[in-house]
């Protein structure tokens, strides 16, 4: 399910800030009129080298090796209440998903293409790296501790667990090795990099929408749009999971509409088990084979979604 659909997130500052664009109409406060269609064109990498239904097990592994960077927030920084302290924000520069900042100035990351464990500044400068291939994620838990350990000037290793929520089952979750599919994972890489540029163009722009963050618990990315009364829309990117065996976009209201939904745009779909939410899967973005047909039909769909989980809100 997508954390995307959870009630009153609080999210963290991002590093970098965007200029500020609009979804499917011309901005008119930003100088260049620029919709987001036309600025993410020039920032959209091309999906499909692999298919998204061949992702399954580099996504699994990159999963597993997420939770390192999740069990060093859970274990370090002071609980929040909506759980954030364990979340991890996209930096393209680096590649990585990179968790928030630990007494000492310590930030924990990770690199998708190549599943290194990488242990940095508050600027992310690397103090230390951990190709993880050939090792397990006990070694990964082992290695994080003994560096931070030499680098903070502990006497002995810091607390690293990690949180009790169930995973995906892995060879890897039962003390297996990293085994890596770089081809794989550089594509994964590529749906984390286009899904993040997507969701802070429009959290930009977008008042009501939250910090674009991912949650190691269900591994996707996203913001939150919060309504009157309670009611939200989550719009993000899951890499695959339960639901869907490949990547997908998402939008979804909450609280969960009742009764008939509207037709979607651009190839997307309702789904209904388990949470509610309209759909755009990997299949379907890739099946265009240019990026200005891949973003087309992403803007659309987004446009579109958001316009119907709006008008759902206001008549429930």
């Known amino acids: 399910m997508p954390d995307g659909q959870l009630q009153s997130i609080v999210w963290c500052p991002v590093e970098t800030p965007i200029k500020k664009i609009t979804i499917g109409v011309r901005a008119n406060d930003n100088g260049d009129g620029m919709s987001l269609n036309e600025l993410l064109r020039g920032n959209w990498i091309k999906l499909g080298d692999v298919a998204p239904d061949a992702l ?27 759980d954030s302290h ?22 924990v990351g990770l690199r998708l293409r190549d599943l290194t464990l990488c242990l940095m500044s508050k600027e992310g400068d690397d103090y230390a790296t951990l190709p993880l291939e050939g090792h397990t994620f006990a070694d990964a838990i082992e290695w994080l501790q003994d560096r931070l350990r030499e680098e903070a000037g502990l006497e002995g290793r810091p607390r690293i667990e990690r949180p009790g929520y169930d995973m995906p089952e892995h060879p890897v979750g039962g003390g297996a090795k990293f085994e890596l599919d770089h081809e794989r994972l550089g594509e994964l890489a590529r749906w984390f990099a286009n899904a993040d540029r997507a969701l802070q163009m429009f959290a930009a722009r977008e008042k009501q929408a939250g910090k674009v963050r991912c949650w190691p618990h269900h591994f996707d990315v996203a913001t939150v749009i919060e309504l009157a009364d309670g009611r939200s829309i989550g719009v ?10 490949q990547p997908y ?27 509610t939410g309209a759909v755009l899967t990997g299949s379907k973005l890739v099946s265009n084979t240019t990026p200005e047909r891949q973003v087309a039909q992403l803007t659309d769909f987004l446009t579109g979604s958001i316009q119907a989980c709006r008008h759902l809100s206001s008549v429930s």
């Open 86 to 107: 364990t979340s991890v924000e996209w930096l393209d520069r680096l590649e990585s998903l990179v968790g928030e900042q630990m007494p000492g100035g310590f930030r």
């Open 56 to 82: 399954g097990d580099a996504r699994l592994q990159a999963h597993w090796a997420l939770q390192v960077a999740g069990a060093a927030g859970y274990s370090q920084i002071k609980p929040t209440p909506d």
């Open 249 to 275: 976009f998402y939008v979804t209201p909450w609280p969960v509409p009742e009764g008939d939904l509207p037709p979607l745009r651009s190839g997307g779909i309702w789904h209904r088990r388990g949470w």
């Open 236 to 245: 993000g990117m899951s890499p695959g999971d339960s639901s869907f065996r």
